[in-house]
Nanobody, 125 residues
Framework: VQLQASGGGLVQSGSSLRLSCEVS????????VGWFRQAPGKEREFVTY????????YYVDSVRGRFTISRNEARNMVYLQMNNLRPDDTANYYC???????????????????WGQGTLVTVSS
């Protein structure tokens, strides 16, 4: 499975932005999809996932209620809608795929096996 993220940019605090991730490869529908981010000088952190098995989603507390992950299998696309952006959302955002589907696996970074390149989101105050 290959992933290609896009859609980052410079926005003001309170703005919205939608990231896109094109997913390709055999059996990609049998992979859960998710987004991670890495701020300057910090470790990569989990943001959200959507399980391929039951479609359930999960969000890290800091983005819950502001970010929404969605998947359009007909178009091979995964999206991250980000609303009410804050300066601490500034980071490189990565889309990823995993053959796992449960909460315990998908909240573990090591269970994500396929990664796209990052797309930079910068939120100014």
């Amino acid at each position: 499975v290959q992933l290609q993220a896009s859609g980052g940019g410079l926005v003001q605090s309170g703005s919205s932005l939608r990231l896109s991730c094109e997913v390709s490869g055999r059996d990609y529908r049998s992979y859960s999809v998710g987004w991670f981010r890495q701020a300057p000088g910090k470790e990569r952190e989990f943001v959200t996932y959507k399980s391929y098995r039951d479609g359930k989603t999960y969000y890290v507390d800091s983005v819950r209620g502001r970010f929404t992950i969605s998947r359009n299998e007909a178009r091979n696309m995964v999206y991250l809608q980000m609303n009410n952006l804050r300066p601490d959302d500034t980071a490189n955002y990565y889309c990823a795929a995993s053959p796992y589907y449960s909460y315990s696996d998908l909240t573990s970074t090591i269970k994500w096996t396929n990664w796209g390149q990052g797309t930079l989101v910068t939120v100014s105050s």
